[in-house]
């Protein structure tokens, strides 16, 4: 299973762009890059998914290096809401079923006024 | 319509009950799953079901028992509670492919006194 790290916290302020990194260094050819948030009290909610250069949604940005070893979640303009816990996870999920799903300690996200 | 619904969202019993959380999806997916989140807030996997069928086990006491009737239901038992079960406990569901993501319920605080 290919293992994350993630810095365990960040602060930022209201406006401003905010980037976590995940690093994958034994990631696998068939293994996608997935993100989630979670709010306190709240299960994790999917955010973005990837397997390669970028992908964006209505809500982050995913940035993929050629090498894939490393994965980065962009939110652009955080406001406080975007207070969570943000996990990477990296895994062959379309092998069915046989994957499993492993959360690291995540990110803590604070985002100040 | 709630995706993934648990119940109860919260649980406090004495030690050494028994005690059930239901767990029902409505997004017609294939796999579900329990996890388990300490309050340190590691999120570890407990079990995966796929149509009915347990994939994943992971080491986890013989107390707690899943329970499929069908792909839309994950219900867990946990007989002869003790003080370490006290965690949050979130459901999550999936396509087999899981190349969407997991749909995750809201969570079962369980205090164990």
């Known amino acids: 299973l290919a293992k994350t790290t993630q810095p365990i916290s960040m602060d930022s302020y209201e406006g401003q762009e905010v980037n976590i990194t995940c690093s994958h260094n034994?990631?696998?050819?068939?293994?996608?890059i997935t993100w989630y948030q979670q709010f306190p009290s709240q299960g994790p909610r999917f955010i973005i998914q990837?397997?390669?250069t970028k992908v964006t949604n209505e809500v982050a940005s995913l940035f993929i290096p050629a090498d894939r070893k490393s994965s980065t979640l962009s939110l652009p303009r955080v406001s406080l809401s975007d207070t969570a816990v943000y996990y990477c996870?990296?895994?062959?999920?379309?092998?069915?079923?046989?994957?499993?799903?492993?959360f690291g300690r995540g990110t803590s996200l604070i985002v100040h006024p | 319509d709630t995706a993934v619904s648990q119940t109860p969202k919260y649980l406090v019993t004495q030690m050494g009950n028994d005690k059930s959380i239901k767990c029902e999806q409505n997004?017609?997916?294939?796999?579900m799953y329990w996890y388990k989140q300490d309050s340190k807030k590691f999120l570890k996997i407990m079990f995966s079901?796929?149509?009915?069928?347990?994939?994943i086990n992971e080491t986890v006491p013989n107390r707690f028992s899943p329970k499929s009737p069908d792909k839309a239901h994950l219900n867990l038992h946990i007989n002869s509670l003790e003080l370490g079960d006290s965690a949050v406990y979130f459901c999550?569901?999936?396509?087999?492919?899981?190349?969407?993501?997991?749909?995750f319920g809201s969570g079962t605080r369980l205090t164990v006194v």
């Open positions: 999550a569901s999936s396509q087999a492919d899981a190349v969407n993501g997991y749909t």
């Open positions: 034994n990631i696998a050819t068939n293994d996608y």
């Open positions: 990837g397997y390669k």
């Open positions: 996870l990296v895994g062959d999920m379309a092998s069915g079923g046989s994957y499993i799903p492993t």
């Open positions: 997004l017609g997916h294939d796999t």
């Open positions: 079901y796929n149509n009915k069928e347990l994939i």
